[in-house]
C-alpha cells in the first residue's frame, strides 16, 4: 500500500533483498536511509575496498540508531555478495548490509536472485547499496534512489544543521507503488519517516 503523508515507513511482511542507488557516489544519504530502517538485533555490514576507501564506514551510533553491528571489510564485490549469502543464512541476524562500488560483473540478475530468496527463505533482510553504479537488471523488490536534501533547523541553535532530511525515489517495487518522497530519520521513535511528495519541497 502507498504510505500515507507523515506516515511512518514499515518493513514489508517478508524480509527481502532492497537496493539503494546514490546519484552522487560518496553522498553518506544512503547509508542513513539504510541505518533508519535497521530496528535492533545484530547487523552484518559488508563493504568492498573501493566502498570504504571512498565513502567511509558507517558508525550507527553517530546516527542513533540502536543496533549491533559486524563489520567486514573485503577486496571485491564478489566477496561481498558471497558474504551476504553466508549471513543471510543466519538467524542470529536481524539484516545484512552489503556495499558494492561501480557496475561488478558478478553482482547480476542471478546474483540478485539468490539474495533475494535466500533473505526471502531464512527472513532476514538484505539491503545492497550501489554507488557509481547503473540501475541494470535485478531481482531486488524494491529499488531506490535516495540523495540529500538541505538539512532542517537544529532546535538548539538555528545557525547549526540539524536531521539529516533525504529524496527517496521508489522508482521499482513489488509490494507497493512506486513514489518520490521526502524521508527523515525519526529518532524519539526510532522510524523513517516518509513526510510527503518531494513535489512539495520548494525549489
Keep these: 500500500p502507498m504510505l500515507r503523508r507523515g506516515a511512518a515507513a514499515t518493513a514489508q511482511a517478508t524480509p527481502t533483498l532492497a537496493e539503494v542507488f546514490s546519484p552522487v557516489a560518496m553522498d553518506a544519504a544512503a547509508s542513513g536511509f539504510v541505518l533508519a530502517h535497521l530496528t535492533?538485533?545484530?547487523?552484518?555490514?559488508v563493504q568492498d575496498r573501493l566502498s570504504r576507501r571512498e565513502a567511509g564506514q558507517p558508525w550507527p551510533p553517530g546516527f542513533g540508531v540502536r543496533v549491533e553491528m559486524l563489520y567486514l571489510q573485503v577486496g571485491k564485490p564478489v566477496?561481498?555478495?558471497?558474504?551476504?549469502?553466508?549471513?543471510?543464512?543466519?538467524?542470529?541476524?536481524?539484516?545484512?548490509?552489503?556495499?558494492?562500488?561501480?557496475?561488478?560483473?558478478?553482482?547480476?540478475?542471478?546474483?540478485?536472485?539468490?539474495?533475494?530468496l535466500r533473505a526471502?527463505?531464512?527472513?532476514?533482510?538484505?539491503?545492497?547499496?550501489?554507488?557509481?553504479?547503473?540501475?541494470?537488471?535485478?531481482?531486488?523488490?524494491?529499488?531506490?534512489?535516495?540523495?540529500?536534501?538541505?538539512?532542517?533547523?537544529?532546535?538548539?541553535?538555528?545557525?547549526?544543521?540539524?536531521?539529516?532530511?533525504?529524496?527517496?525515489d521508489l522508482f521499482r517495487a513489488r509490494w507497493r507503488a512506486p513514489a518520490d518522497w521526502?524521508?527523515?530519520?525519526?529518532?524519539r521513535d526510532h522510524?523513517?519517516?516518509?513526510?510527503?511528495p518531494v513535489e512539495a519541497v520548494p525549489e
Excluded at 535492533?40 to 555490514?45: F, I, T
Excluded at 541476524?93 to 558494492?100: D, F, K, P
Excluded at 521526502?182 to 529518532?187: E, G, I, K, N, Q
Excluded at 522510524?191 to 510527503?196: A, F, M, V
Design 40 to 45: 535492533g538485533g545484530s547487523v552484518l555490514w
Design 79 to 116: 566477496d561481498v555478495l558471497w558474504a551476504m549469502e553466508q549471513g543471510l543464512g543466519s538467524p542470529a541476524l536481524s539484516a545484512v548490509v552489503g556495499e558494492v562500488w561501480g557496475d561488478a560483473p558478478a553482482l547480476d540478475f542471478t546474483a540478485t536472485k539468490r539474495l533475494a
Design 120 to 168: 526471502e527463505a531464512h527472513g532476514v533482510a538484505a539491503w545492497l547499496i550501489r554507488r557509481a553504479a547503473a540501475p541494470d537488471l535485478s531481482a531486488a523488490r524494491e529499488r531506490w534512489r535516495v540523495a540529500s536534501l538541505p538539512s532542517a533547523p537544529d532546535p538548539q541553535d538555528m545557525r547549526a544543521p540539524g536531521a539529516a532530511i533525504w529524496r527517496a
Design 182 to 187: 521526502v524521508a527523515r530519520y525519526d529518532r
Design 191 to 196: 522510524k523513517l519517516r516518509l513526510d510527503q
